[in-house]
């Protein structure tokens, strides 16, 4: 299916898909400074050797990195103003190097007393394509 953009709002339709947003891979200096910027310095992400105390074989990313990316995708597409919910759930660990691709799907187009609203399924995938974060996202899609 043909990705859209905000200026041809009108021509969305069910199964419409958002232009794909491909990151570089996760890096231990993407997860220093998202830890800085948003203040999340749990260990678990940033320290190798705790991560490894708890179980794991390395740090790996925030959950909030990929949901942050996510958010990207949508006010990629269309101005933050539009969006009216958003929510996600962690399903799968984003690890040190995966390269995150975040998409999106109309699913349902919605008349609210005279507003055009669109749901979107979202994700966000490794290159192996596991599903690290799936959600979705009400936007408001009236042309004004």
């Known amino acids: 299916m043909k990705s859209v ?8 339709t069910l199964g419409s898909q958002l232009p794909p947003l491909t990151l570089p891979a996760i890096s231990r200096t993407t997860l220093a400074l998202f830890a800085g910027a948003s203040g999340d310095h749990n260990p678990i992400h940033i320290d190798t050797d ?8 390395d740090v790996f990313a925030h959950g909030m ?20 919910k958003f929510s996600a759930k962690f399903v799968a660990i984003t690890q040190l190097q995966d390269v995150i691709t975040c998409s999106g ?3 349902e187009l919605i008349d609210n007393n005279g507003e055009s609203l669109a ?4 994700k966000a995938e490794n290159a192996d394509g596991q599903s690290t974060l799936v959600g979705e996202a009400l936007v408001s899609i009236s042309i004004t």
């Open 105 to 107: 799907e109309v699913v």
């Open 5 to 12: 953009e905000f200026k041809h709002m009108s021509n969305i």
């Open 65 to 84: 990195l990929s949901m942050a990316y996510l958010g990207r995708l949508l006010t990629n597409w269309l101005p933050q103003a539009q969006l009216k």
């Open 50 to 57: 705790f991560a490894k105390k708890c179980g794991m074989s």
């Open 119 to 122: 749901k979107v399924a979202i």
